[in-house]
């Protein structure tokens, strides 16, 4: 089935820049993406900053996400933020299970589920990562690695046989976040593709059609247009490439007009 995604190009500012930091590079992005159709731009700024950066946004056409959130509405979970918070901070999307909360803090398969399920209740647009690690694909493991994240991570929409078309996944190969390596297009692709069949075979054919798959790991202005030309990319998440205005801007920009 032909069906046209909108690319998406996201950026994960971690835990980086200074209010006054954020809001100048919302400047650059702001002035950089004037006049640009066709291109879904995001920021996922930490909490903290979430307010300053819709100030400096406005209404240009940027949308902000959390980096993360609890699955519960509210309560004792100190030091915890809900899909609800993030919505009052002006969130229409959320990254979940992103490698460094799985491996730095502890987030399983079962509790990145309980996050998606409670964001699409919500409302608010889940950007799911899933990737291996060197040792996994070193050893031949990678795609069954990516079935496991898959089935766990999106076991609530296994079991109500739906995935919102709006749903976002995002394929970050541990092994090329913040090293500099990039997957080659081709390695990129060979996975994207497996993860667009993982959800024909789960769901149906519409929904495996319309999902956008990003790509995440050292994405930079060099490497953006090979991995765009591939026909299962369809944005990227991109880290340390999105905290400089002028870089991230010729992401976004990398049809080149
Ligand atoms: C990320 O953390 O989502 C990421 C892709 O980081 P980087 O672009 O720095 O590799």
Known sequence: ???????MIAGNWKMNLRHSEATALIKTIRQGIEGLEGVEVLVAPPFTHLAVAREAIGDAPIFLAGQNMHWEMSGAFTGEISGRMLQGATCTHVILGHSERRTLFNETNETVDLK????????????????????????????????????????NFKADQLMRPSTILAYEPVWAIGTGRTATPEQAQEVHRFIREWI??????GTAAQVRILYGGSVKPENISDLMAQPDIDGALVGGASLKGDSFVQIIRYKGH
């Open 1 to 7: 089935m032909m069906f046209q995604r909108t690319p």
């Open 116 to 155: 998606v399920r409670s964001a699409t209740f919500l409302g608010l647009i889940p950007i799911v990562c899933v990737g291996e690690t060197l040792e996994e694909r070193e050893a031949g493991n990678t795609f069954d690695v990516l079935k496991t994240q898959l089935d766990g991570s999106l076991r």
């Open 200 to 205: 024909e075979t789960t769901f149906n054919t």
